[in-house]
């Protein structure tokens, strides 16, 4: 497109253009434009400004989007929710690609007005003031329509605009990739070589060592195991501590009060779920407490009258959050589902507290094989004992084995993910200065393995 007609037209009207004749020229300059290059510039700006609004609001969306917000998308069934998380899980990358395209488009911005404007406020005998007016007039746009605007509203409705920017924001950073990684590559030397790091992230070692140095002496280890619990509380979520599926007890829907009562008698749990024909489809929950008053009712009470509205969550949930809702809303039992809506288990209050004080048994809990220590350095587990309990009895950290465990949460998953592949029976595992032997399976199930801890070695 070819702007010079257009400055030349211009230059031959409004040489003599002075203060007095100011409106007469704004209002003949238009004249002189070819309408259709000037309606195409004025589409192009308007899409290049739209462009710019989303880039900018989303920058402010992405970044300040929540992990509970996060976890929430991660089960929805909206693709634009799930790539949300796939996207900031390089937040780098990101913003590279965020920050190019915005510069991009605000100078193209900046150009197409600049050539707009040059028609209506440019001068010869008055350079400096239509070269202000131009600088007011392109700041103002800009900031008050790409970034002001914008940025509020993604403020202020940060998951919609998130949701409204993806499809966008995925395929520039598609499309900008290659750049933006050789532009983050070459950031990173220049950082190197101007900012040089004198430290590194912080470990899981690091926090042991920081925990040894900065406690008391006379601390026992059960106090120090509470401190990197509590260290790591934040990050904990509902999957790593919940009661799985297998290992959770019900009561069936349809049977009778007579029943009902002979179960719990035999159960022992203060609050059960209650279901129609299996797990996934949980009608209600029946607290045991409520069945007292009731004992003497005939059979055919209509016990479902006292049940429970079940609280469902979501595996990533964090226990932190969930600890909240307990405590606001006065619950001890939450069912967790999984991203088909399906049941993977359970989580109680109790569960949640055991990550910090340990493990709480009651008279019942004597009679149920957790785990038998053989010597200071064997123990036998059942395969279904949640890792974040396996490091809790063996005195170490829990995130000893956060380079192995993958998406597993019990030490049989962990066994498989470190493994490759299913192990058989009396087969050793070795991870850093762990042996872990297969002592028993079922049904393609790890039931019981024994841990043999090594004495570390170091280089002298």
């Keep these: 497109m070819n702007y010079f007609p257009f400055l030349i037209v211009f230059s031959s009207k409004y040489q003599s253009l002075d203060y007095h004749s100011a409106s007469v020229f704004l209002l003949q300059a238009p004249a002189a434009f070819n309408a259709t290059d000037v309606t195409i510039l004025i589409i192009i700006c308007l899409l290049l400004m739209i462009l710019s609004a989303v880039v900018s609001g989303s920058e402010v969306a992405y970044f300040s989007l929540t992990t509970k917000d996060l976890d929430m998308l991660k089960i929805k069934e909206n693709n634009n929710a799930r790539l949300i998380p796939v996207l900031l899980e390089r937040p780098r990358l990101l913003m590279s690609a965020l920050v190019t395209t915005a510069t991009v488009t605000d100078l193209a911005i900046i150009f197409i007005l600049n050539e707009l404007l040059e028609q209506i406020v440019s001068a010869e005998q008055h350079f400096a003031l239509s070269v202000f007016l131009k600088i007011v007039i392109i700041a103002f746009i800009l900031l008050l329509c790409c970034e002001i605007l914008p940025k509020v509203y993604a403020m202020q409705n940060n998951l919609r605009m998130a949701l409204f920017a993806t499809p966008v924001v995925s395929w520039l950073l598609n499309m900008l990739e290659p750049v933006c990684n050789a532009s983050l590559i070459a950031s990173d030397w220049l950082s190197n070589k101007i900012f040089r790091r004198s430290h590194s992230p912080i470990s899981s070692a690091d926090i042991d060592e920081a925990i040894e140095l900065s406690v008391k002496e006379s601390a026992s280890t059960e106090e120090k195991n509470m401190l990197r619990s509590i260290i790591s509380f934040g990050n904990i979520t509902a999957r790593q501590i919940m009661r799985t599926r297998l290992d959770v007890s019900g009561i069936e829907y349809n049977i009778s009060f007579k029943t009902l009562i002979a ?16 797990l996934d489809n949980i009608a209600g929950m029946i607290h045991t ?3 007292l008053p009731h004992l003497n009712k005939k059979e055919n009470f209509d016990w479902h009258e006292i049940m429970h509205q079940p609280y469902y969550i979501h595996e990533h949930k964090l226990i932190e959050d969930l600890l909240r809702e307990f405590q606001s809303q006065h619950i001890h039992f939450a069912i967790v589902v999984d991203e088909f809506g399906g049941t993977s288990g359970i989580v109680t209050l109790e569960d949640i507290m055991e990550e910090v004080i340990g493990d709480i048994k009651d008279e019942f809990d004597k009679e149920e094989f957790y785990y038998r220590k053989i010597d200071d350095n064997d123990y036998i587990f059942e395969g279904k004992t949640m890792l974040n309990d396996v490091c809790r009895i063996l005195d170490i950290s829990p995130l000893t084995f956060e380079d ?3 998406e597993s949460n019990s030490l049989g998953g962990l066994i498989l993910e ?14 850093k200065n762990f042996d872990f032997t297969v002592l028993e399976v079922n049904k393609m199930r790890i039931q019981k393995v024994k841990i043999t801890i090594k004495p570390e070695t170091g280089d002298l």
């Design 263 to 278: 179960k719990v008698g035999e159960l022992h749990y203060s609050r059960l779920p209650v279901y129609k024909g299996n």
């Design 289 to 291: 407490k409520d069945l």
């Design 404 to 406: 192995a465990i993958g």
């Design 418 to 431: 470190i493994a490759g592949a299913f192990p058989e029976v009396n087969q050793v595992i070795t991870y």
